[in-house]
Nanobody, 122 residues
Framework: VQLQASGGGSAQAGGSLRLSCAASGLAFSRYAMTWFRQTPGNQREYVAGISWNGGNIYYEDHAKGRFTISRDNARNMVYLQMNSLRPEDTAIYYC????????????????WGQGTQVTVSS
């Protein structure tokens, strides 16, 4: 199984970035996909998740109204559109997969991507 995250980079506050995660080696349409993020010295925190069929989506409070998660089961892809970026969004963003339903805690996830750095400057 491989999850390949991409799309990170630098942005100004108020700007946008779109993260992508390409999955391979798993029955993608059976897996809930979630984005977490992590800053140095801190635990990974939940950002947004989407259930196996897209029928259930849950955002952490800091992402509501600014971020949009979506998936394309035909292409084995999950996306995170991030708008109205803030300096506090600066982190390494990870995509993760677990079967069917979204859970909020990192140990619940079976597979992880390598992370992509997002840096937002004020």
């Amino acid at each position: 199984v491989q999850l390949q995250a991409s799309g990170g980079g630098s942005a100004q506050a108020g700007g946008s970035l779109r993260l992508s995660c390409a999955a391979s080696g798993l029955a993608f349409s059976r897996y809930a996909m979630t984005w977490f993020r992590q800053t140095p010295g801190n635990q990974r925190e939940y950002v947004a998740g989407i259930s196996w069929n897209g029928g259930n989506i849950y955002y952490e409070d800091h992402a509501k109204g600014r971020f949009t998660i979506s998936r394309d089961n035909a292409r084995n892809m999950v996306y995170l559109q991030m708008n109205s970026l803030r300096p506090e969004d600066t982190a390494i963003y990870y995509c993760a997969a677990r079967e069917y339903v979204i859970l909020l805690t990192p140990p619940s996830y079976s597979y992880w991507g390598q992370g992509t750095q997002v840096t937002v400057s004020s």
